[in-house]
């Protein structure tokens, strides 16, 4: 062969071969964390091949530059390292696509200094499949489905949520780092309170966590305000959910939160059945005094309640039913950062009646227009009547990143009653309706700035409706009234932690709340419309430290508010909070709480016959106004001031609380404290002073939890205009006992408890004709001195008991009954007196509930 064509083939095959290294270059000089889908179209380039893919599969994953020469290699080392499928269908086109599983594993490392943790727990969520942490940090699970949540907890760190495609097996695995947490006065004192999944707090609140809620007696679901009545200082005096009285205080008094929006309506049936789904409700917080400064309103207290806030990997729900109502819940996954969150129930009242609907009905409508008319007995009368409730929650839930987290929350409570009256021998026809609603959303952004510094921002928007409609003689007299009470708000808070030992909360609240009262009667003509708007803006800061022996956990802080009513005042508010806990001795807690707190809605009683009897009260604003106007009366803002002090001792299996504490409030209106007597209409405008104490004493094993709990309280109004002016509050319970016992059994609990108190204050006409005063037009009652008499005393026995069963290996079921008032003792609730038409004095009795059983079946998946 020639030299110049052996130099030509040679310096050919050069060319060829650098060629061929120069696009094999291109390809590894690839950097790490490189976009898979950009790898795969150069691939195509290089080796003139095609690949098959669903773009969203793709899309996110990153790669280090793989490994290898051919294309063989090269693809074995993308499977390896995200561990998708790859298919080669022939020489030139290959397939990918992800696998429903993988294998993942992980380093977990503080990032303090970056120390290997052991022992952390790592948990597949909606799963059973769990592990922990070797002494290197490290772990590894087979066979996880790639979207599920994967939660890492480990003593003294936040936990961490990350998905299983985070974590897919790579050489080295994964490192994650831990973020400690300083979250110190998180600590739970007691675990155990009187039932499981109650627990009492370092501040004094109480937690009720309703997924490990036990029994209680008369209970068959963690109804959240039934629960709260079983603590010390918490009872509701006409044994209704809509009128919690907290340390003597009135509901009105109570701020209740529901995903942080403020809630007008809390009851069904017209307050005996609490109106929020207890199994998406995750945990309730209970506060009596030594609150938060970034809460405001409430004298009496808080009801602050959450539903779930984190995403599950998979579908959860359930659904259940009972003499009552039936309903359903459930959390949908959409992705691994989206879910959806829902609940539902109705009654099924209108559907068939029941002996617990009975019970309800006669407890319900005493002494209102619809008993009277269906009391009646005349068989001219025909009647029909409907009555039904429903609620519906929706929530969803969207994890931005790692760092931040969106939350919208949608709420609407619903009680409808429509009642028709007709005569058989005359085309008289009588109707009633009464509607009552309240509908609110809002949401929360979370947000994780950097290990220290986090803040929360949340705005809702709530409305509460109560309309009445009474037609009476085919509409020949009409009486149409309303109440409708609209509110918004934001709130920002941020959260700084100082040092290991001091957390700094500030924050910014800005709420308007408008209401309206309106009343129309055809005959005779009158017509009020109410309407009043105030607005808050509120500034907040607190600090919180904890000792670094954990004997002293102390929180202090203040609330200034500027108040402005559009037509009457605007006023500056100051309220200092504090809040000290001390370790005196092993198991031996101190506690003392103070705090200083205004609110400007309240809610009336006008008359007796308000909204056809049923739903007495109606909100109105403060309006700080020196004449008193039908309909309107003199409302001052109403402030309080609390103290207390108390001491706890936990050890074992026994739990020992005392504590005393006083409260005042001042601003109190006599038409917003249900006054029955001379002083029902007069507006006077006065306070009341509550001196307390609580003892409670727990006994508690695997097995029992045996309470004893009792109240005192010495609660006295003050009002300068009436004779005499300090006499008892309405609310004036002097003592109060619980006694009560649990047992679980395997799948078996049972609960029973006995409730006693001594007799509410209520006022006696004067004896004989002196009872009558024939001098005024219309004739009046001559009443003796206010509330100078007592019911008798209260006594309530109860009973419930439940059996947790599987149906198959996904679903679980409990059936339960529960009877109210096994005695079926008759406990006078109110005593009042009214004149009838012959201008005789009648006295009316409010009964308490009877005897009522009640059944249900649940299914949980």
Known sequence: MPKTRHNSILLLYLILLFAFFSGRAQVATFPKNISLVSYIRQLEEDFDVKF?????????????????????D????????????????????????????????????????????????????????????????????????????????HIGYKPKYVTAEDLVSKNPCTTLLFSLNYQQLDEVVVYKFLTTGITKQTDGSITLNTEDFGILPGLLEPDVLQTVQALPGIKSIDETVSDINIRGGTN?????????????????????????????????????????????????????????????????????????SGDLFGQIPISNKLAFQFSARRSITDLINTPTYNQFVKRAFQDTDIESFSGQSN???????????????????YDINEQHRARFSFININNNLEYTESSVSSSRTDQSNLNQTNLSFGGNLESKWTDRFSTKLNAYYSNYNLDSENRINNGQQILDQRNEVIETSIKLNTNYELTPTLNWLNGYQFSEVGVTNFTDVTQPPYESNIKGVIRTNSLYSEISYASPNKKLLARGGGRLNYIV??????????????????ELYPNLQLEVKGEFKNQTTNQ?????????????????????????????????????????????????????????YYKEVNGISTATQGFQNQNQFNGEIGKYDVKGLEFLINHKNNLFSTWLSYAYNLNNYTFEDIVPNVFPNNLDIRHTLTFASTYTYENLKIGIGINYRTGKPFTKPQEGADGIDFTTFPVSINYQEPNSSRLPDYLRADASAI???????????????????????????????????????????????????NVSFRIRF
Not at 66 to 72: C, F, M, T, V
Not at 379 to 397: G, H, M, S
Not at 565 to 582: A, H, Q, T, W
Request: aromatic share 10%.
């Open 604 to 660: 009336i009683i006008d008359l007796e016959q308000n909204f056809l009897g049923i739903e007495k009260r109606r909100w109105m604003l403060s309006n700080n106004k020196n004449d008193t106007v039908p309909g309107n009366p003199n409302l001052p803002i109403v402030k309080s001031k609390q103290g207390s002090m108390g001491i706890n001792y936990d050890k074992g299996q026994w739990f020992v609380g005392l504590e005393g």
């Open 803 to 853: 059996y947790d069963f599987n149906l198959s290996h996904k679903v679980k079921a409990a059936v339960g009954i529960s009877l109210l008032n096994i005695l079926n003792k008759n406990n006078i609730l109110n005593t009042f007196y009214r004149l009838n038409e012959q201008d005789e004095v009648e006295k009316i009795e409010s009964i308490s509930l009877g005897f009522t059983p």
């Open 52 to 72: 098959s893919y669903v773009d969203e599969d793709l899309q996110p994953l990153l790669v280090d530059t793989p490994k290898g020469n051919s294309l063989e």
């Open 252 to 324: 009105d008094q109570n701020l209740i939160l529901w995903d942080d929006i403020k809630m007008y309506q809390s009851g069904h049936f017209f307050g005996l059945i609490s109106a929020f789904n207890p199994y998406l409700t995750e945990h309730v917080t209970i506060i009596k005094d030594g609150t938060s400064a970034e809460y405001g309103d409430g004298v009496s207290g808080i009801i602050n309640m959450q539903s779930k806030n984190k995403i599950a990997g998979n579908f959860f729900g359930g659904a259940g039913i009972n003499m009552i």
């Open 565 to 582: 009513n559009v037509k009457y005042f605007n006023e500056f508010i100051i309220e200092p909070r504090l809040n000290l806990s001390y």
């Open 379 to 397: 068989t001219d009368i025909n009647q029909d009547e409907k009555f039904y409730f429903y609620d519906f929650t929706a929530k969803v839930l």
């Open 74 to 153: 090269i693809l074995n080392d993308i499977q390896n390292q995200t561990q998708l499928i790859i298919k080669k269908l022939s020489e030139r086109y290959y397939t990918l696509s992800k696998s429903t599983t993988v294998d993942i594993c992980a380093f977990v490392l503080d990032n303090y200094s970056e120390n290997t943790t052991s022992g952390a727990s790592v948990e597949v969520l909606g799963s059973s499949i769990s592990t922990v942490t070797d002494m290197n940090g490290r772990f590894s699970l087979t066979n996880i489905p790639r979207k599920a949540s994967i939660r890492i907890k």
